[in-house]
């Protein structure tokens, strides 16, 4: 019988020491809060009696190593054990530059958070007894150097070599791409696409099979829960983005076998200079969302013209904000019927057409 356990997951930091920031007029990342904001986190984590903590990726901001050496000397001094993965901002490139580490680099800078094995950029690793971590990575690159999300061949094939292996153990995946579809038709839209791991339906087919049925995401910087027949992607939006959240969960399992997980999510929501930073914070992402809302609206499925994308984009100002806060029930009734309708299934609404409010706080069943 597996012992309860309580463990946090805090995701897409984007960690930027204040000599690597570097601005541009779009950026939706704060990243100027970035180590502040975590430090809060840290503040309360370590408070609780936590058995592990989880970092789903986007570490760093741009891969500068000076911030991968900041974070793992900052995890070591942690009072529980953190397991990472690396997300796309970790690793932009093959080979280092003057800007980013080298892909094949980041396992050696966290040895102690799950690299045990420098030689590859995933792992394995026994949490609790009969409690297993797997640490996926989704960064792939192509002939031309270009970044995609995906699980490679090789990857794959380990996968089924550990999960076949570890058919006693409750096994907990951790991954930077999403897995299951957070926002409507993901996997087929042309801006959200890239959020998805490439394979993810072959992802899917593995970890059904093997009975995993906790996967830990994030990337898409939203408070989001996805299940696909009883696999749940738990995505965690971004520190550095509004509403800078973070996760406390907790496992339990009966005298009669029966499993479930309890979700609770904070926000981070002050930091020197930032004293009201959930309002600061909300009007920053606001204030940089037209550009965003118009190429959404006038691309595929939607394809509005653009002189109507640029009306409607105003009222809709508030929209990604309110996605990233997770359990959202949009309507515009002054849109058009069928626009309406589009924005609504963006909502919080279970299959049967009521709010389903569990992308923050809930208990999943397992």
């Given amino acids: 019988m597996i012992s309860n356990f309580r463990f946090a997951v805090v995701s897409?930091?984007?960690?930027?020491?204040?000599?690597?920031?570097?601005?541009?007029?779009?950026?939706?990342?704060?990243?100027?809060?970035?180590?502040?904001?975590?430090?809060?986190?840290?503040?309360?984590?370590?408070?609780?009696?936590?058995?592990?903590?989880?970092?789903p990726g986007d570490l760093t901001q741009h891969g500068e190593p000076e911030n991968h050496a900041w974070l793992q000397e900052r995890l070591a001094q942690l009072p529980f054990p953190s397991y990472v993965v690396p997300g796309n901002h970790d690793v932009p490139v093959v080979k280092a530059n003057e800007q980013s580490i080298a892909v094949s680099d980041f396992p050696h800078y966290y040895r102690k958070f799950g690299y045990e094995d420098t030689d590859q950029l995933y792992y394995t690793c026994q949490l609790l007894p009969g409690v297993r971590?797997?640490?996926l990575n989704s960064?792939?690159?192509?002939?031309?150097?270009?970044?995609v999300g995906r699980l490679d061949t090789q990857q794959l094939r380990w996968l089924e070599e550990v999960l076949a292996g570890a058919a006693d153990d409750f096994v907990l995946v951790m991954v930077h791409h999403n897995v299951v579809e957070h926002l409507p038709n993901q996997s087929r839209h042309p801006m959200a696409n890239r959020y998805m791991l490439g394979n993810a339906p072959e992802l899917l087919q593995i970890l059904k099979r093997y009975g995993v049925r906790l996967v830990f995401t994030g990337h898409l910087h939203?408070?989001?829960v996805a299940d696909s027949d009883g696999v749940?992607?738990?995505?965690?939006?971004?520190?550095?983005?509004?509403?800078?959240?973070?996760?406390?969960?907790?496992?339990?399992?009966?005298?009669?076998?029966?499993?479930?997980?309890?979700?609770?999510?904070?926000?981070?929501?002050?930091?020197?200079?930032?004293?009201?930073?959930?309002?600061?914070?909300?009007?920053?992402?606001?204030?940089?969302?037209?550009?965003?809302?118009?190429?959404?609206?006038?691309?595929?499925?939607?394809?509005?013209?653009?002189?109507?994308?640029?009306?409607l984009a105003p009222s809709l100002r508030e929209f990604w904000a309110d996605m990233a806060n997770g359990d959202a029930v949009f309507d515009y009734p002054n849109f058009p019927p069928e626009l309406r309708r589009y924005f609504e299934k963006y909502g919080a609404i279970a299959p049967s057409g009521s709010p389903s409010f569990i992308d923050n706080n809930t208990t999943l069943l397992l």
């Fill in 139 to 147: 960064n792939c690159f192509d002939d031309q150097g270009q970044q």
């Fill in 222 to 224: 939203i408070q989001d």
């Fill in 232 to 311: 749940y992607d738990i995505t965690t939006g971004s520190l550095v983005s509004y509403p800078h959240p973070y996760r406390i969960l907790e496992f339990h399992q009966d005298n009669y076998g029966n499993q479930w997980l309890q979700i609770l999510s904070y926000r981070v929501t002050s930091v020197p200079d930032f004293p009201n930073l959930q309002q600061t914070s909300k009007k920053w992402m606001g204030d940089r969302s037209f550009s965003f809302l118009v190429k959404f609206l006038t691309l595929p499925p939607l394809n509005l013209p653009m002189s109507q994308a640029t009306e």
């Fill in 12 to 55: 897409d930091l984007h960690l930027a020491l204040s000599h690597t920031i570097w601005n541009h007029p779009s950026r939706f990342h704060l990243v100027e809060v970035s180590i502040p904001a975590f430090e809060s986190v840290l503040e309360h984590l370590t408070q609780l009696n936590l058995d592990f903590l989880l970092l």
């Fill in 133 to 135: 971590l797997i640490g």
